[in-house]
Nanobody
Framework: QVQLVESGGELVQAGGSLRLSCAASGRISLYRMGWFRQAPGKEREFVAAINYSGRITDYTDSVKGRFTISRDNVKNTVYLQMNSLKAEDTAVYYC?????????????WGQGTQVTVSS
């Protein structure tokens, strides 16, 4: 059973930075990994993704230039560096793992970590 545990969320002022971590219970080296977020009253939305090797990344437009996704396949951990945070970044952030090697579909999710940006 795959377990993903997010950490690093907290209250931060607008313009500040946070780094989220996602620790996996098993090897992630073969899988695409991603971050999603859900704000109160809104649907969960895609934030960023990274391929198995870390060479290819993808971001939603609203975070491009501010957020960076990375991975450490030795530590089985994925990171989301968030800079220049805005109030609209406030949400629960979820880590996700691909369903299978080579699959673009995310099938496994963590429990989430709360990020609150005060304006």
């Amino acid at each position: 059973q795959v377990q993903l545990v997010e950490s690093g969320g907290e209250l931060v002022q607008a313009g500040g930075s946070l780094r989220l971590s996602c620790a996996a219970s098993g090897r992630i080296s073969l899988y695409r990994m991603g971050w999603f977020r859900q704000a109160p009253g809104k649907e969960r939305e895609f934030v960023a993704a990274i391929n198995y090797s870390g060479r290819i990344t993808d971001y939603t437009d609203s975070v491009k230039g501010r957020f960076t996704i990375s991975r450490d396949n030795v530590k089985n951990t994925v990171y989301l560096q968030m800079n220049s945070l805005k109030a609209e970044d406030t949400a629960v952030y979820y880590c996700a793992r691909g369903r299978a090697p080579g699959s673009g579909e995310f099938a496994y999710w963590g429990q989430g970590t709360q990020v609150t940006v005060s304006s």
